[in-house]
């Protein structure tokens, strides 16, 4: 493995070292570069250092230009305006390392941190006994994203599927389940489908119970006192919802062509045994205090209506552990026994407050210490195409199948259309991971803490900043590069590269760079927006610059491998998005 110094990386370097030895009190300083429209990059950092030590930027800018050593990676480095440098590259420069990234097999040239940490993700958490909906959707596509982007960078993360698996509704479920034995099948003899349908049946029946008969109700009561004491036949029960969730997880998950590991399924249950002794160091470090019976957290800056404070509840009146208690015994677990140094929580934005309450408790208490960051990409809420929060015609929350099945369909009549030569078998395999691409993607696009449209025609759409159309490009160059035959991708630095060859170059080279900033700031929409620009780069190289019919042999080759690159970058890009690209399409 060999990694490469990005193009920006070494421009930057050249222009801090002649900036330096042109003014030495600006040694260490950032000559800000960023991308330019006139040359390759331009320098806005001059300016304002110039001012900083009084000198005129112009001049400093063409003492700049005077020391810089151009070597082979400069062409030309000019002044422009007040105090700007525009920086271009030699196109042998650019050739070169994009070889060197392309010798690299699959990580194309990015480096791996130095210093990795280790990143839970506590992602992807449906509740037992529940259909999953729009909101599931999210946390898991994101957080596997985040995953993806981290780990290529050489981060370990370790996944928490912090499940809703405890609580009182357990009670009705299981004197339910024992009052009507035969109700729910086996995990081991059913679907998905079936799993969720056999939950769905006996989540109603029971309800409709409890609330009608006060007898079962308090049946159903004592059962949960059963269920909290440890009760051997009523934990047995309890077990036999989870698995028959499980099935029923697993299979929307596969449906999402998502790994979820089964270790990595650690619900709020798996926090029992830890929560009394959570809820005593709070009270002995007094970062938590009785208040109406209830332990309670209080917070200066959190309040509520009438300006009453809003406390964190630990443990209840009733001796009963919540939500919040799981959350703090988890992150003892997470920082004491996983050695996590980032805590990372992909949950609806909803739930801010709650994880600014439990993050501020666990500092306190000191199991949050500032070698450990703690943060929740709270995501917004999933839109219907009316721009209010998506339900079904009938008001009711989407199924997310339902959801994933119309993706699915929509697809397989895009692919349909475009198919020559496919067998309707390769039409629905296409047309998955079409469609399950085009929904993560457009989750992926948007920044998540902001709300977006599920709009299943835009998401399929082959033009515009949708999946279908990144993978059109990757399946583009594949026939591209099945159709050379013989003729194979050979870098040729010697070669002068036309405009739309530099800025597909150049932004090739900034893979990694991006991938590094998009995982550091949990931003998966900034490798969406990069590779969407990739593809247009693509497009627009391939408008320009004929590729099979170009000028001479070496110009051939140098072209297809600006292709191969290109589609190697989408696959590897779009992989860590969790999208497929298909090799035809
Ligand atoms: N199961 C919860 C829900 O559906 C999300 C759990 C989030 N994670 C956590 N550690 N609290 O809302």
Redesign the pocket.
């Known amino acids: 493995m060999a990694p490469v110094t990005s193009l920006t990386a070494n421009v930057n370097q050249r222009l801090a070292d002649a900036l330096a030895s042109a003014l030495p009190e600006t040694d260490g300083a950032d000559p800000l570069l960023r991308r330019s429209d006139r040359a390759d990059y331009q320098a806005n950092g001059i300016l304002a250092l110039a001012k900083k030590a009084k000198a005129n930027p112009r001049e400093l800018a063409a003492k700049v230009v005077e020391t810089i050593e151009n070597g082979d990676l400069l062409a030309e480095v000019e002044v422009s305006g007040p105090g700007f440098l525009n920086v271009t590259v030699a196109d042998r420069a650019i050739t070169e390392t994009l070889a060197a990234r392309a010798a690299d097999g699959d990580r194309l040239g990015v480096p791996l941190k130095a210093d990795p940490g280790i990143t839970v993700v506590?992602y992807a958490?449906?509740?037992v006994a529940k259909e999953m909906h729009v909101?599931?959707l999210r946390s898991a596509v994101i957080g596997d994203a985040l995953r993806g982007m981290l780990d290529f960078t050489g981060e370990r993360t370790v996944g928490r599927h912090?499940?809703?698996d405890w609580g009182t509704q357990f009670g009705m479920l299981i004197q339910y389940l024992i009052e009507h034995p035969g109700e729910l099948a086996p995990a081991d003899e059913v679907d998905g489908e079936q799993a969720m349908s056999n939950l769905n049946r006996i989540y109603k029946a029971s309800r409709a119970v409890f609330d009608s008969d006060e007898e079962f109700k308090e049946r159903a009561r004592k059962r949960v006192v059963a269920l909290q004491s440890g009760d051997k036949e009523t934990l047995d029960l309890w077990q036999r919802f989870v698995d028959e969730s499980k099935v029923y997880f697993y299979s929307v998950f596969e449906k999402l062509d998502m790994e979820i590991r089964d270790d990595e399924i650690v619900g709020e249950s798996a926090y029992n045994e830890g929560m009394p002794e959570t809820a005593r160091l709070l009270e002995e470090m007094g970062v938590a205090v009785r208040s109406e019976g209830a332990l309670v957290v209080f917070f200066d800056d959190i309040r509520g209506k009438d300006d009453q404070p809003v406390p964190l509840i630990v443990q209840k009146a009733d001796g009963g552990f919540g939500?919040a208690a799981s959350?703090l015994t988890?992150i003892r677990n997470r920082v004491q026994d996983l050695h996590a140094t980032s805590l990372l929580?992909v949950?609806?934005v909803r739930?801010s407050l709650h994880f600014k309450m439990v993050f501020e408790a666990a500092r306190r208490a000191g199991w949050l210490t500032d070698d450990v960051t703690a943060h929740n990409m709270g995501y917004g809420t999933v839109l219907g195409a009316d721009g209010k929060p998506f339900k079904t015609r009938e008001g009711e929350t989407v199924r997310l199948e339902d959801l994933l099945d119309e993706a699915v369909q929509r697809a397989a009549e895009v692919v349909r259309e475009k198919a020559r030569d496919l067998t309707e078998e390769e039409i629905q395999e296409r047309a998955a991971q079409v469609g399950i691409g085009a929904v993560k993607y457009a989750d992926l696009s948007t920044s998540p803490n902001r709300d977006y449209k599920f709009d299943l025609d835009q998401m399929v759409s082959l033009n515009g900043d949708t999946s279908v159309y990144l993978q059109y490009a990757y399946a583009r160059i594949q026939s591209i590069l099945r159709k050379a035959g013989e003729t194979k991708p050979v870098a040729h630095a010697e070669l002068e590269l036309a405009p739309a060859e530099r800025a597909l170059g150049l932004h090739l080279d900034a893979f990694g760079d991006t991938v590094f900033e998009a995982a550091a700031e949990y931003a998966p929409h900034k490798l969406a927006a990069y590779l969407y620009q990739l593809a247009s780069l693509y497009t627009s190289f391939y408008d320009k610059c004929p590729v099979l019919k170009a000028d001479s042999a070496q110009q051939v080759e140098n072209r297809l491998f600006l292709c191969d690159l290109t589609a190697r970058t989408l696959h590897r890009g779009m992989a860590l998005l969790g999208i497929r690209t298909p090799e035809r399409l």
């Open positions: 506590d958490q449906p509740n909101g599931h912090h499940i809703g939500y959350d988890a929580y949950v609806d739930q």
